[in-house]
């Protein structure tokens, strides 16, 4: 399934990688299928950025009854180590990814 995404900024950032849940989701908000997707921003890019992916390549589940992708955020990474990251033993430990058959409230 493709579908695009857009990010605003309120002020620079510095260079970071952002890991983010990408889930189709029905009309009662049922989970049909997460994907994980990567964002990157460097600090000279635009305030507002547009971007597009794809989910579910190469799965076998029915998303026809999809009305929305949600993006949830998993994880943010600005280095190699980044703070939070959980191979730093400082305790944060990144969501589950919610899986088919989760509902989500999204209102």
Do not use: N
């Amino acid at each position: 399934m493709h579908f695009g995404y857009r990010s605003t900024k309120a002020e620079p950032l510095p260079e970071a990688v952002v890991e983010l849940a990408a889930c189709a989701v029905d009309s009662a908000d049922v989970v049909l299928l997460c994907d994980h997707i990567t964002v990157h921003d460097a600090p000279g890019d635009p305030r507002v950025a547009e971007g597009d992916s794809w989910i579910g390549a190469g799965s076998d589940r029915d998303v026809s009854d999809t009305v929305a992708v949600v993006l949830l955020p998993d994880q943010l990474r600005g280095d190699l180590y980044p703070p939070g990251d959980p191979k730093d033993d400082d305790g944060y430990v990144p969501p589950r990814t919610p899986r088919p058959g989760d509902r989500l409230r999204l209102g």
